[in-house]
C-alpha cells in the first residue's frame, strides 16, 4: 500500500486530495497547522483506517518523524490575501521552510514530490493568456510580496534540488480554484459572493463588473495533480527537455473566463431565495487584473487533462457547502 | 565609538567598506565565510586595533556572539555567477539567512541596516533605464535562479521586517561595480579582459562587441552607502512614502555607458606592452542584455551623490591592483 503525505492536508485544497488519495488506495497523513485548515474539513475522513491526522507545522516538520513516504504533496500555505497578510513573515517562511523540509523527506524516502505553486508568480502580468514560460511582473517589496516572492523562491530551490540532487519534483502552477471548503472569510470573490447571497446583503461589485476572472473547480485541480504524480519520472524529465522548460512545471486552472457581474448573476440565480442586490462600488487602486492560464502544457503532458466541471455545476456544489455556514 | 559590522567583510566590495569606516572612525567586525572573499584583501588593515575579522559563515551567524552594534552593512553573498552557480542552494541560503540573521542583529541593538541588494532583481529587464519601481523579468527556476530570486526575497524579508517591527532598514541596488580586489576569476567582463591583456592572451569579445554595459567604480558605490547610512532614520521614512516606493530602496550604480569595444580598447591603451588582440567570438544565447541604472532618487536622497570617477580612471587603479596577480 502506497504512503502519501498531504502538507496543508487539513485545508480547503488539501482535503479534496486526501480524499482522492484515499479513494486511490493510499496509506494518508495530512499534516496541517490549522492556521486556515481546519478538523471540520477532515472530519469525514477520520473513521478510516488509513487516514491519518498530525497536527504540526510544516515549518518545523523536520523536528516531526511521520515516517515514510511514497510521495509527498506540498499544499501547506496561507494562500488568500486575507490570511497571507496577517502573517507575512510566518507566510514567507511558511514557503520556504515548507519546500525545504518537503524535499528532505522525499530525498530521505526516494519519493515523487509534488509542490502546490500559484498564478501569483506570474503578478500582475503583462502577457495573456499566461504560459510557464512567462516570468511574472511581481514587485519584490509590497504587501503581496511575502506570499507571491515566497512562492516563487520555493520554485528555485525545488528546481535547483531537482536539478543537482535529481529529486523527483513535479510542479503545478494553481490558478483560481473553488469549491466545498473553501474558508468562508477568504474574502475572496466567489466565497463573497455566496456568502452575501446567503445573508441577503448587498453582493457587491467592483467598477461595473464587467472585469472577468477564470475559476477552476476543485476536483479538476485534484485530477491534474493525480495524473502528474502518476507519470514515469522519465516521461517528466523528456517533456522538460521537449518544451524547453527547465524544471517540471504546468499551469492548472480553467480558462473560461466568466465577468464579475456574470458570476453575481449566476449565484443570485442559485439562490432563488436571496434577496440581495447586486451594488457597484468604486474600483479600488490594487484590485487585481485579469489572469487567465494556458493550458496546453498540462493537457499534452496529463493525457488530455483539461477541466470538466462548468462553473453553473461547480457553484451549485459550493453553495450547498456554504449554506451551512452562513 | 561606534561600532559597525559588515558580513562579507573580506570579499571584494566589504573590504572596501571595512576600509571606510575606519577612516571614519567606527570600531569594525568583519564577518566572513572566505568562500569567495580573501584574508589578502583585509590584510592590510589587521594591524588596526578597531578592526576584527571574524571568520564564519552569515548563515550561522545567530549562533555566533559577535557583540552589538550600531550599524550592520549586509554585503555577504556571492555575486558573480561563476561562484553562485556552483552552490546554487547555498547562495539561495545566504540571501535568506543572512538577511534574516542581520535582521535579528538590527532589531537586538536597534541598530540601522543596510543591505547590499543588487540590479538583478531587475532580471533581464523590460525597460531602460531601471528605475526603482520597475518590478523586473526573471526566471523563478533558471540557472541564474538562486542569486535572482535568493536577492528578491531577502528584499521582500526586509521591506516586511520594516513595515511590522520598524527595523531600520536600508537597500541599495548595485549595478556592475568593479575595482581593486574584484576576484581575478569571477568571470566577468572587467576582470577578464584585464587578466588576458597582462597574460598576453587574446581579448574575447563576444558578437561584434557594440553591446553595452555600465561601470561603477568600488569608492563611488561606499560613498553613496555611507551617506545612506548616515541619514536619520525619518528622512529615510518621508523619502519612501514622497516617492511611494513602499521600502527603502535606491539603485547605485554608473549611468555612463561604454561599448564592450570601448572597455577592452582601453584596457589595451593602459597596458600598452601587452601582445593581446581583440577577437570576436560568436554571442552566446545566455549574453546578459543591457541594463542601465536610473540614479535620480539616490541623487535626491543622498545628497547629489553621482558616481565620481571616470572608467579610465578606475580601470588604471583597477589594473594596477592585477599587476601583481597575472
Chains 1, 2 share one sequence.
Not at 518545523?60 to 507575512?88: I, T
Request: include cysteine; charged fraction near 25%; glycine fraction near 10%.
Amino acid at each position: 500500500m502506497k504512503r502519501a503525505l498531504v502538507t496543508g492536508g487539513a485545508g480547503f485544497l488539501g482535503s479534496h486530495l486526501c480524499e482522492r488519495l484515499l479513494k486511490d488506495g493510499y496509506r494518508v497523513v495530512a499534516l496541517d497547522s490549522l492556521y486556515t485548515g481546519s478538523r471540520e474539513n477532515i472530519a469525514h475522513l477520520a473513521g478510516d483506517a488509513n487516514f491519518e491526522f498530525a497536527e504540526g507545522d510544516v515549518i518545523g516538520m523536520d523536528k516531526m518523524d511521520l515516517g515514510d513516504f511514497d510521495e509527498v504533496y506540498n499544499l501547506a500555505c496561507p494562500a488568500s490575501p486575507v490570511h497571507y497578510q496577517a502573517r507575512p513573515m510566518y507566510t514567507t517562511d511558511t514557503c520556504i521552510f515548507g519546500m525545504k523540509n518537503c524535499l528532505a523527506v522525499a530525498e530521505r524516502c526516494g519519493a515523487k514530490l509534488l509542490h502546490a505553486s500559484t498564478s501569483e508568480i506570474y503578478g500582475d502580468p503583462l502577457v495573456h493568456p499566461q504560459t510557464e514560460k512567462y516570468w511574472g511582473n511581481v514587485n519584490t517589496i509590497g504587501i503581496r510580496s511575502c506570499y507571491d516572492e515566497g512562492k516563487r523562491i520555493a520554485e528555485t530551490i525545488a528546481s535547483d534540488h531537482a536539478r543537482l540532487l535529481g529529486t523527483d519534483v513535479r510542479m503545478v502552477r494553481i490558478f483560481n480554484t473553488y469549491g466545498p471548503r473553501m474558508h468562508p472569510q477568504d474574502g475572496r470573490v466567489v466565497s463573497n459572493f455566496i456568502m452575501q447571497a446567503l445573508r441577503g446583503e448587498d453582493i457587491t461589485v467592483y467598477g461595473n463588473g464587467s472585469q472577468t476572472r477564470s475559476f477552476q473547480y476543485a476536483s479538476d485541480l485534484i485530477e491534474a495533480m493525480r495524473r502528474y504524480m502518476e507519470l514515469p519520472k522519465e516521461t517528466v524529465a523528456a517533456f522538460v527537455a521537449k518544451h524547453s522548460l527547465g524544471a517540471p512545471v504546468v499551469n492548472t486552472g480553467n480558462p473560461g473566463e466568466y465577468t464579475i457581474r456574470q458570476l453575481a448573476e449566476e449565484v443570485l440565480r442559485q439562490i432563488p431565495e436571496s434577496k440581495s442586490k447586486i451594488v457597484e462600488k468604486p474600483l479600488p487602486g490594487d484590485d487585481p487584473k485579469k489572469r487567465k492560464p494556458d493550458i496546453a502544457l498540462a493537457g499534452e503532458l496529463l493525457g488530455g487533462w483539461k477541466p470538466a466541471v462548468p462553473l453553473r455545476e461547480g457553484l451549485a456544489a459550493t453553495i450547498e457547502y456554504f449554506r451551512g455556514r452562513k
